[in-house]
């Protein structure tokens, strides 16, 4: 199976910066798109932020547009998320998803990491 495990949350200033991580480890053959998620509240439904594919070519919702970047290192399986002028409505626990292919002959599945608390606040 394949596990997403991230990190880099955390509270901060309006204004200020944070970078997330995500690892995907286990069984890999390929990681295909990866991207982050976040649900501002429970009840909420959880919203794309950003995504980027295997080959690097990149969206963002327009919320985050001009101040967050996602990249990617394929030779780790991670994704990274660079976040900054922060502002409190980026409040919200942030979810890493990727795309996993186990083997060569195996269809992709969805994972999820278990999310990171992003909290905005002076």
């Known amino acids: 199976q394949v596990q997403l495990v991230e990190s880099g949350g955390g509270l901060v200033q309006p204004g200020g910066s944070l970078r997330l991580s995500c690892a995907a480890s286990?069984?890999?053959?390929?990681?295909?798109?990866m991207g982050w998620y976040r649900r501002a509240a429970p009840g909420l439904e959880r919203e794309l932020v950003a995504?980027?594919?295997?080959?690097?070519?990149?969206g963002y919702a327009d919320s985050v547009k001009g101040r967050f970047t996602i990249s990617r290192d394929n030779a780790e399986n991670t994704v990274y998320l660079q976040m900054n002028i922060l502002k409190p409505e980026d409040t919200a626990v942030y979810y890493c998803?990727?795309?996993?292919?186990?083997?060569?002959?195996?269809?992709?599945?969805?994972?999820w990491g278990q999310g990171t608390q992003v909290t905005v606040s002076s």
């Open positions: 998803n990727a795309e996993a292919q186990i083997t060569r002959y195996t269809g992709t599945m969805q994972r």
């Open positions: 286990g069984t890999i053959y390929r990681i295909h798109d």
């Open positions: 995504v980027i594919t295997s080959a690097g070519i990149v």
